[in-house]
């Protein structure tokens, strides 16, 4: 009779002392179903993707003040960054006298965070809503970061709030590139990817759109809500993400479009992959629709 599989130990997050405190063993801990995320740490099986879990797992060996900051801040807070892959791990911001490193689970940043400046998300401390902003702004792309401010802005932070911000963060790397952003944040934008697509059109010196803009007919009827448009040069530009592949999506695209051209608009349509891969050809596209070419 074949003997039954021995079932793992590690049922949350460890590390090598407190799983032999726990009686789990350096054989326990080579389990199949063990994730030895980094030098010192093990996860259960299937923990690795989710980021509580990691964080969990992180956490474990992190010295006194650390704070959870940066791409997982954002996160926490329920902001989407485009433009920036997630390689997994955990961004964790330090004192400067911390001798941690950064390793396979955790990317290390150091730096101070006054107390004023964090805040408590399901029981670990997390850096606010406006010192995670503006340590975004040092390590993400400005098309990124405008994204994360549109999002802070739908979601109430107020306007005012960021010169206040970028008052008290003067020398800070990504400091200049933010007051630009910050000029250009719209709260009606529709997604992440849109609002990298009006930080394209506005490097490009384009004049800048009206975004959510509603298109009536002759007698005022309403006709559609479009993501972007020119109203004294009636052009209509709508991003389409990955929802716009859905077969009912697609079909209402289409009555929808008929109508607003027959409303005498001119409107482009373009995706991530015009976005990231053709930018050059969307803009020269989108000057000729302007007139401006």
């Not at 405190?21 to 326990?28: A, E, K, N, Q």
């Not at 384009?206 to 972007?228: C, E, N």
Request: contains cysteine; glycine residues 8%; positive net charge.
């Amino acid at each position: 009779m074949p003997t039954p599989p021995v079932p793992p130990r590690v049922l949350r997050p460890t590390d090598r002392g407190r799983a032999l405190t726990d009686g789990v063993t350096d054989w326990h801990l080579r389990h199949r179903d063990v994730i030895h995320s980094s030098r010192n740490t093990y996860l259960p099986a299937g923990s690795d993707g989710e980021l509580r879990q990691r964080i969990e797992g992180v956490l474990l060996e992190a010295p006194a003040g650390a704070v959870l900051s940066h791409l997982t801040a954002a996160t926490l807070w329920g902001h989407e960054v485009p433009l920036v892959a997630d390689d997994g791990r955990v961004h964790l911001t330090v004192p400067p006298e911390s001798r941690v490193r950064s390793r396979a689970d955790r990317r290390i940043h150091c730096s101070r965070v006054p107390e004023p400046e964090t805040r408590v998300i399901h029981g670990v401390r997390v850096t606010s809503p406006s010192r995670t902003w503006v340590d975004l702004a040092a390590v993400v792309p400005a098309g990124a970061l405008l994204a994360v401010t549109d999002q802070l802005l739908a979601k109430g932070f107020p306007a005012d709030e960021f010169p206040r911000i970028l008052g008290r963060s003067r020398g800070r790397r990504g400091v200049r590139v933010a007051r630009q952003v910050i000029e250009v944040a719209d709260a009606k934008a529709g997604s992440p990817m849109e609002s990298v697509l009006r930080w394209l059109i506005h490097g490009a010196g384009m004049p800048r759109p009206v975004s959510q803009y509603v298109i009536r007919d002759a007698v005022g009827r309403f006709l559609a809500q479009v993501d972007l448009a020119w109203p004294q040069h009636r052009v209509v530009v709508e991003f389409d993400g990955n929802v716009h592949r859905d077969r009912r999506v697609f079909v209402e695209d289409l009555r929808r479009q008929n109508g607003i051209v027959l409303a005498d608009w001119r409107i482009l349509r373009f995706s991530s992959a015009d976005v990231l891969g053709r930018s050059a050809l969307l803009l020269a596209s989108l000057r000729g629709a302007l007139g401006l070419a």
